[in-house]
């Protein structure tokens, strides 16, 4: 299991990620949303918000309603910051659960 300060790190290394993709890329393919990470084994939830092709105000907390939602354990979300596994694979296999819109999966699908 991962720590808290080491989960925290990933989203931040995932954030600046983002942030290598051309900023018309960004825009182009990323909606403004609400983000929810919840990790299973630490018990806790992290919230964010994409906005112009960027993750930011990444914190500790639920959100009421958000438009995406990502369940996972934390060794899985090292594992993809640090390329162990990709997302596809991971959430065809079940390691991940995403809730999102039809239309945020095919957007957001080639960044994935």
Do not use: N
């Not at 393919?29 to 105000?57: C, M, N, W, Y």
């Not at 958000?66 to 997302?87: A, G, N, Q, V, Y």
């Not at 959430?91 to 659960?97: D, E, L, N, P, T």
């Amino acid at each position: 299991m991962a720590s808290v300060e080491q989960c925290e790190a990933a989203l931040a290394e995932l954030a600046r990620r983002l942030e290598e993709y051309p900023a018309a890329t960004r825009r182009e393919k990323i909606p403004d949303r609400s983000v929810e990470l919840t990790l299973l084994d630490l018990d806790l939830s992290f919230s964010a918000r994409l906005h112009d092709g960027q993750l930011i105000d990444i914190e500790q907390g639920r959100l009421d309603k958000p438009h995406i939602r990502l369940t996972m354990t934390s060794d899985d979300l090292i594992d993809l910051t640090d390329k162990r596994i990709r997302f596809t694979q991971a959430w065809a296999s079940g390691r991940i659960h995403l809730d999102a819109s039809l239309r945020d999966l095919l957007r957001l699908r080639g960044l994935m």
